[in-house]
């Protein structure tokens, strides 16, 4: 009885739903004419669509790409509107970091642009290129988004970190930092490198001082500190070309004239100056007692050239004055690393210099080089 009766209720709620049209759970998915009205609005146009103006390709890759390499992307660029200026921005990506892009895209029917990126990580997906007429931004279209796998390298223990086309070292020298070490300035020609990583092993202080041009060829004035006992300094960088290591050897040749900062050091004072003043003592005095005993013309002429060559060191320093809030820098170069600001009015020693940069020697002993400009004109 209990199973009819529930038979009876079910028959007749279908049957009042047939006659009264009740409406029924809404499906989860949409019929076919929503789902084309959302595709048309939502979805951009695609590269087979008659309105599309704008196409973008990914031309050029490199065979293969090493983790922290700087390396090229061509994106090619196809407007079928040439007299409409376009931008492109790019969006996402990961494991890469831009380093240039094209400054301008000029209007045009074809345009090729090279943008340049660095390998982070691995695996790396490319960021993607978005282009639209400046006029009409609404209208986007895309390209980019590959995955490609970097090759992590495994470096020799010298390795300074750089992957370039090409590093050549057009410039060294040593000098004197503090009575236990030595400072060496390098100046080093990078193409297509990642500079900044550069980086040396077992240096008690180190860091970029300057560097300039573009990516394709860099200028790099990088200094290091090692102990006075170090006699060469060896690193090698890895040749993208060559798809190899290539190593440096830099002798460690202190020399009397520097060219970078010391603290602590004064040349008339050093041990080797003390010795040719002496040195030259001895010879006047020796040459002095000859010249008393044998009358011979030569020996004045021996005193006044040793007399001259002692006055170079006797004569004291020039004094210069320093403008308040000048900057002391580490080299005499272009954006070099100021490591000093002088808040007030400074009077200095003025050890050498050249037309942008002077050479001084601050009251605490401590020697670096201002900008002319920074010199107070009285």
Not at 166 to 178: C, D, G, K, V
Request: hydrophobic letters at 40%; one cysteine or more; charged letters at 20%.
């Amino acid at each position: 009885m209990i199973s009819l009766y529930f038979r009876s209720i079910l028959a007749l709620s279908i049957l009042t739903g047939v006659l009264f049209g009740a409406q029924t759970e809404p499906s989860v998915f949409p019929d076919s004419t929503d789902s084309l009205e959302l595709r048309s609005e939502d979805i951009n146009e695609t590269p087979g669509s008659a309105e599309q103006l704008i196409y973008l390709n990914i031309e050029k890759l490199p065979e293969k790409i090493y983790v922290g390499q700087i390396f090229p992307v061509t994106v090619k660029v196809t407007s079928l509107e040439r007299e409409r200026p376009l931008y492109i921005r790019l969006e996402g990506g990961r494991n890469i970091r831009l380093i240039k892009e094209p400054e301008t895209i000029e209007p045009k029917a074809i345009s090729r642009l090279a943008y340049y990126f660095k390998a982070t990580g691995s695996p790396i997906r490319l960021p993607y290129f978005i282009a639209a007429y400046s006029d009409e931004p609404q209208g986007e279209y895309q390209a980019g988004g590959e995955t490609v796998r970097a090759v992590r390298l495994n470096p020799p223990k010298e390795f300074c970190n750089v992957l370039a086309k090409r590093m050549e070292l057009i410039n060294y020298q040593a000098s004197t930092y503090t009575g236990d070490s030595n400072i060496l300035a390098l100046q080093l020609k990078i193409d297509y490198g990642n500079f900044d990583d550069f980086h040396l092993q077992n240096s008690t202080n180190q860091g970029i001082d300057s560097f300039s041009g573009d990516i394709n060829d860099t200028t790099l004035f990088y200094y290091a500190v090692y102990p006075a006992g170090l006699e060469q300094l060896t690193f090698s960088y890895f040749n993208l070309e060559k798809n190899r290591y290539e190593k440096f050897r830099v002798p460690i040749i202190v020399k009397r004239s520097s060219v970078s900062t010391q603290s602590n050091l004064d040349p008339q004072a050093s041990e080797f100056t003390k010795f040719k003043i002496a040195t030259t003592a001895f010879f006047i005095t020796l040459w002095l007692i000859l010249w008393a005993v044998r009358k011979s013309w030569i020996y004045p002429l021996l005193i006044m050239l040793a007399g001259a060559y002692l006055v170079t060191y006797l004569i004291p320093l020039k004094s210069v004055c320093i403008k308040p809030q000048s900057r002391l820098y580490l080299l005499p170069t272009m954006q070099s690393t100021p490591f000093m600001t002088l808040y007030e009015r400074t009077e200095a020693k003025k050890m050498n210099g050249n037309e942008n940069y002077t050479k001084i020697q601050l009251p605490n002993s401590t020697i670096g080089w201002v900008k002319n400009e920074d010199l107070c004109s009285n």
